[in-house]
């Protein structure tokens, strides 16, 4: 047939299929909502340094309360940058934080860990973080590394720079990494910085974001606004995320709750482009109900989806790239529940938009953090990732000449055309079982359960991460104990 039968004018795609919980007229109104909150109700700074940076930008201060005027909340949002790419630790571009580009990933700071060998639901240790990060690393469809859990056998307040050891010399992804303070901040940095070969070189190639996190509503500790300083002072990307619980920390209608979050991120926008303007910023959302018969923040509710969808949309309105969540629950086993959880919130996710989307190794409300859902996650998602990749229609595709040619009551089996396009047009499976009955039954007759049990255990004691080099090892070993000595020195004055 020929090609010019198909010539369309002013032919639509639909390259990737995509959802919007929101018009542009409902994103302009809870931007303009939150911008109304902070120019009128303002929110509460406990920096000093954050609040002198306020008042020359034009903000009214009084106390602790800063007020935004609107022309300054709406050049922040002008002058962050639409696109930022993160490298991976060689230095490649591999994460393009930009329209619909879709990366998964875990999360990190779980109080526990369930061991993916006893099962037992227990304290992290650094050694879990290493495994996390060998995990990530083998995974197909994990794009990044995070902690799984907040390593207990370490010097408490260096449990972040502990973690980034771990996770710098275990996989070569880029990282999304959190601190509890600048100090350990700098630490990090200074560590990237020798993998990277130099500061300028870790700013023109970034392989790790760092993260904050505010206290919703409308209250900013120092911890987290001076991390958005010193990113924006180290031109490096920051993702500074509110957490926020509808009907607790915020109203209990999905609107209020979506201005609560995007009103608290942009006290931390505006901080760091006063500090240099077009600093790279990424929307933060961690945002979901409270469980009024629990109290828990709930990761496996449909109004996490349902609300995350929505700040997406905020954010690609605002032009900003965003953090998103998914691939977690509330379950506490690795169960049909975490499941539908999971993969209900991957697929909302995805067709979302959102830039990156971490939590997926999240259990029982985020107090637990398991390589196992990663690893079942990374099934769901591959899934995911093949409907998001749509239907390619052209003349080959359409393949017309082919459908004449077997003709009616034929087959395609035998034809070059299937040979030449079954692999990339068929997702393929490597925990769900496709199997016939009896073959099944010969394999093990093993549940989805017991599959990823298996392959998590088998990544662990095989998958081998590229290393550093032994001087690269020897300089971070060399920052991780100065930054223990520092430490030392701070505890014994606090005894004093």
Known sequence: MAKSQYVRANYEVNATPQFSVLSRDQCEAIYLGAI???????????SEEALAIFRRGGCWVDGNRVRFPSRLVEWAVRTA??????????????????????YYGPGPTNTFTLDPFTGER??????????????????????YAMDNGTPMDVTPTLADVHA????????TKPIIHWGFGVN???????????????????????????????????????????????????????IYTPCVLAGGVAPATMA?????????????????????????????????IMDMSSSILSYGAAELSLLSAALTNVARYMGLPMFSTAGCGDAKVIDTQLAIEAAFSILAAGLSGANLIHDCNYMEY?????????????????????????IEVNDETLAVD?????????????????????????????????????????NGAKTMGQRVKEKTQRIINEHQPEPLPDKVLKEIQAIIDRAEAREAVLKTKLKK
């Open 36 to 46: 109304e909150v902070l120019e009128r109700t303002g929110a509460e700074i406990h």
């Open 122 to 143: 227990r304290r992290p240790t650094k050694a879990d973080t290493a495994r996390a990060a060998i995990v990530a690393d083998a995974l197909p469809n994990i794009a």
């Open 256 to 288: 209020g709750a979506l201005v609560i979050a995007v009103a608290d991120f942009l006290v931390g926008l505006v901080a760091g482009q006063l500090v240099r303007e077009g600093s790279p910023f990424i929307m933060g959302g961690l945002i979901s």
């Open 184 to 238: 350990q901040y700098q630490d990090i940095v200074d560590i990237a910085a020798v993998v990277a070969g130099g500061t300028k070189e870790l700013q023109q190639r970034p392989f790790f974001i760092l993260y904050a996190e505010s206290s919703p509503p409308l209250r900013h500790s120092a911890e987290a606004i001076d991390k958005a300083i010193f990113t924006a002072r180290n031109n490096l990307p920051c």
């Open 366 to 390: 985020g107090a637990t953090g398991s390589l196992e859902l990663m690893v079942m996650d990374d099934e769901i998602i591959g899934m995911v990732k093949r409907i998001l990749r749509g």
């Open 402 to 442: 082919v459908i004449d040619r077997v003709g009616p009551g034929g087959h395609f089996l035998g034809e070059e055309h299937t040979l030449a396009h079954f692999r990339e047009e068929f997702w393929w499976p490597t925990l769900i079982s496709r199997l016939r009955y009896d073959e099944w039954k010969m």
């Open 81 to 102: 940058p639409s696109r930022i790419v993160i490298s991976d630790r060689n230095g490649k571009r591999t994460m393009f934080l930009e329209w619909q580009n879709v």
């Open 164 to 171: 980034f050891q771990a996770l710098v010399t275990n996989t």
